[in-house]
């Protein structure tokens, strides 16, 4: 602390942005200020703070950087470009939630594609949203496709493509896969497109028509046909829109907004020429329970990747008003609404954004509820928050996978999750050496400071896997969790009708077995955390089975049968990697030259 106070006395009266760092090194939260010196500064003030969560993110800083800008419009840019990097855990984080699902436009591609993402990357392909929901999107995009004959399968499907499919028999898609197509009347649709999602109909239908028209004149009749579908799948959408609102709301964007100690809820009411084109919940945690702070990260970045409308109107006046005013162009509105039809809509907003905010409270209430029935299940020292599960998975006795998945909250963490190959040092199904290696590999992680350890760790097994894991663990005495290990249910049979036992839990400390009620939160907990590293693991094996198929098809000679045959004699993918070329040679219909050019194939690979 000594430190950080010297650092404050040499920090600027300048506009910047501040970044917290915790012991690891780890960027925590990111922050804006016009006097760096003076915002810095408060949170290390001798009075303690009377939120919990300042006091938090103070309790877990250890270090702290700034970068001093001209302007606070940069600051604001720069705090929103790092919040996305480095998704600090104190930071309102949105639009990189998997929660909300995005709309991916394969502009980088020939023949671009739309789909829906789940996280922008920086590939190359145009974003759009993010959505309140996966349902809505997916309404949405059949709109779009129908009114623009657009590709719709995979980038594999399209390349071994020989006839047009039947979205192009039911006039739903050009088949640029096997027809001549041109790429610029190709792009244009894609445009168009994505001027319609933007609320932009009139202005597409407009152009639509003008190009029906003069295709017409000129005799280019197949793409006057085309341009009509388009046409009359648009009025077919439009009849089906929602009535006009008002003839002078224009293009504006209305949020109602509900929040309580921890989250923040919104409801955005989007309209597009006076009409209402989407209706959207947004649900975010406030790690610092600031209301204008969170709202004002939330618009950065929901604005940060789309076009803004002609007005945003909000329910409530946030203290930062002037400063997100000047994020906006001169052209753009940011305004709320006193009275009329404006203040009806957000009223209606409001009520919404209220009604998600309880719902996300059940919610929130019945996680908690769960995550404490394990702990007193358990008898665990603290809630579980975090939970991790190794599983060991064999393919036909060999190849040996494992995997670890995390749970959250009691919630899959997918981005959290793991595939372990073992060491050559580890032959045939020893699930015990497995587990104890994958342990100590997972702990070594943990001690480096390179991932933190979950709350509890579950071992996929019964009591002997537990004694392997426990073995690994006697190495890193420093590390604190708690580790029990869940056994399958099996049938059973005392003399009598075949029974299922009940799952069970063995306890690190004592061994015990604990017998999960079938039903309980426990069990649906456990069993979940379990079938996911099961289906983890399970992935992996395809993963690595699909390249051992895809390079036998890159051989010449080796057809769907053959493959087949080479597949099966193996017990595994790395016996086939090391196989000589007299044991290729034994199977049925591999000559002695194809089993030189296989087992030579192998070795380049290696």
């Not at 809505?136 to 779009?144: G, S």
Request: proline residues 5%; aromatic residues 8%; charged residues 25%.
């Amino acid at each position: 602390m000594t430190l950080l106070r010297d650092k404050l006395q040499h920090l600027p009266l300048e506009p910047g942005v501040y970044v917290m760092k915790d012991v690891n090194g780890r960027i925590i939260y990111v922050g804006k200020a016009k006097l760096l010196k003076n915002r810095v500064s408060s949170y290390f003030r001798t009075k303690p703070h009377e939120n919990s969560r300042i006091q938090a993110l103070v309790a877990r800083i250890d270090d702290f950087s700034v970068f001093v800008v001209r302007q606070e419009h940069e600051a604001l840019m720069l705090e929103r470009s790092l919040i996305r990097q480095h998704r600090p855990l104190y930071n309102v984080l949105f639009t990189d939630d998997k929660e909300y699902p995005l709309l991916r436009v394969s502009t980088q591609e020939d023949w671009p594609r739309f789909s829906i993402a789940r996280r922008r990357r920086n590939d190359g392909a145009t974003y759009l949203g993010p959505f309140g929901s996966s349902l809505a999107l997916q309404q949405l995009l059949k709109v779009i496709f129908k009114i623009f004959p657009l590709v719709r399968c995979s980038a594999r499907e399209f390349a071994q493509a020989k006839r047009p499919c039947n979205y192009y028999a039911m006039k739903q898609c050009l088949a640029p896969c096997t027809l001549p197509v041109e790429k610029a009347l190709y792009g244009t649709m894609v445009q168009q497109a994505i001027e319609v999602l933007h609320g932009k109909n009139q202005e597409v239908r407009q152009v639509l028509r003008r190009s029906m028209e003069a295709a017409s004149a000129e005799l280019r009749y197949e793409e006057a046909l085309i341009l009509r579908n388009q046409l009359q799948a648009m009025d077919g959408a439009r009849a089906a829109e929602q009535v006009v609102l008002d003839n002078h709301l224009g293009d504006c964007d209305l949020f109602g907004l509900a929040a309580n100690a921890s989250t923040l809820s919104l409801c955005l009411l989007k309209i597009r020429a006076s009409r209402l084109v989407e209706n959207s919940p947004f649900v975010v945690a406030m790690p610092l329970g600031e209301v204008d702070e969170a709202l004002f990260e939330f618009l950065l970045q929901y604005y940060g990747e789309q076009p803004l409308p002609r007005e945003i109107i909000l329910s409530r006046e946030p203290a930062f008003v002037e400063e997100l005013r000047e994020f906006f162009t001169p052209q753009h509105k940011l305004s709320l609404a006193l009275r009329g039809k404006k203040k009806a809509l957000l009223n209606i907003a409001s009520r919404n954004a209220e009604l998600s905010l309880a719902e996300a409270e059940r919610e929130e209430l019945k996680k908690q509820q769960r995550l404490s029935e394990l702990q007193q299940f358990l008898n665990l020292p603290s809630l579980p928050a975090v939970i991790e599960c190794l599983d060991i998975s064999h393919h036909q006795g060999s190849a040996t996978v494992a995997s670890i998945v995390c749970f959250r909250e009691g919630l899959p963490s997918k981005k959290d999750y793991r595939h372990y190959t073992l060491s050559e040092a580890i032959t045939g199904p020893d699930d015990f050496a497995s587990i104890s290696e994958i342990m100590r590999r997972r702990l070594q992680k943990a001690n480096e400071g390179r991932a933190p350890m979950p709350d509890l760790m579950v071992i996929d097994g019964g009591k002997g896997q537990l004694s392997a894991a426990e073995k690994a663990r006697a190495g890193f005495p420093e590390l604190r969790f708690s580790l029990v290990a869940l056994a399958k249910s099996r049938l059973r049979n005392n003399s009598g009708p075949l029974v299922r036992s009940p799952e069970r839990v063995f306890v690190g400390d004592t061994g015990e077995a604990l017998s999960l009620r079938e039903g309980s939160e426990s069990f649906r907990l456990l069993t979940h955390l379990r079938n996911e590293a099961h289906r983890f693991a399970l992935s992996f094996h395809r993963k690595k089975q699909g390249k051992i198929t895809s390079s036998l098809d890159q051989l010449k000679g080796v057809g769907r049968v053959l493959r087949q045959r080479i597949l099966a004699h193996f017990p595994s993918q790395e016996a086939l990697r090391q196989a000589s070329p007299a044991e290729l040679s034994q199977i049925k219909g591999v000559s002695a030259p194809l089993a030189q050019e296989i087992h030579g194939y192998f070795q380049r690979q290696l």
